[in-house]
């Protein structure tokens, strides 16, 4: 997912920085998103493990951090991460909470050729879409670049690190794990998070920035 240049952070003044001698402020990995319930997560988490291949080459993400991204910032500075937490503050107060179900598996770009594998929502995804386009409207009034591209609700199951297998049959597999889970898989989208990623070895830590509740 392409991060949004924040047009008030150049590169340029960075630069200017170190050359004068002073040490460069820290960069935070900044996303906004919907997290499911834990119980969500943990019906996400069985359909990874029906996913799950010996050497099967692929990035999995553990339960505490299965999300909806609305949208990936990339690294930003603390002035930039406090702007994007007041965006999603603002976008967050222009929609009512509403009830999501996770829906059927899917890859980027096809199974075939997978990449990203995720799971959908059976219910919810136009709320979702239509908040995320807040988002990013909120964003922008706030100096960020638009991303320039339709926002598609999706859950990050996994990264292939190397493409090539045919993931048909196990997304299927997957998918009934999903379906079979009944109310299991549905949760409540009453607030929107800002979140500090930092890479690891095993796998990524997340910090909760900010968290912005949806009206009513």
């Known amino acids: 997912m392409n991060a949004g240049r924040d047009r008030s952070e150049h590169p340029g003044a960075a630069d200017a920085k170190r050359a004068g001698g002073r040490e460069r ?4 990995r900044i996303f906004v998103a919907v997290f ?42 603390e002035d930039g991460a406090r ?6 503050t603002e976008a967050a107060g222009d929609h009512t909470a509403f009830d999501a179900t996770l829906g059927p598996l899917g890859a980027f770009p096809d199974a075939r050729r997978a990449r990203v594998l995720w799971a959908g929502l059976a219910e919810g995804a136009e709320r979702l879409v239509a908040l995320a386009r807040s988002v990013e409207a909120a964003l922008e009034r706030r100096g960020f670049e638009c991303e320039g591209r339709g926002f598609e609700a999706h859950l990050t199951l996994g990264r292939v690190r190397e493409p090539g297998a045919d993931w ?11 379906a079979a889970a009944g109310a299991a898989a549905r949760f409540r989208v009453d607030r929107v998070v800002t979140v500090h990623s930092q890479l690891s070895p095993r796998g ?13």
């Not at 402020?25 to 935070?28: G, K, Q, S, T």
């Not at 702007?83 to 999603?88: K, L, V």
Request: hydrophobic share 50%; proline share 5%.
């Open 36 to 77: 499911p319930s834990s119980a969500a997560q943990e019906t996400a988490a069985r359909a990874i493990a029906a996913l799950r291949r010996p050497n099967d080459r692929v990035s999995w993400v553990k339960a505490e951090n299965l999300h909806y991204t609305l949208r990936f910032l990339g690294e930003l500075g």
């Open 204 to 216: 990524s830590i997340y910090t909760v920035r900010a968290e912005a509740a949806l009206a009513g």
């Open 25 to 28: 402020p820290p960069r935070l």
């Open 168 to 178: 048909t049959a196990a997304l299927d597999q997957g998918g009934a794990v999903v």
């Open 83 to 88: 702007r994007a937490a007041a965006a999603a």
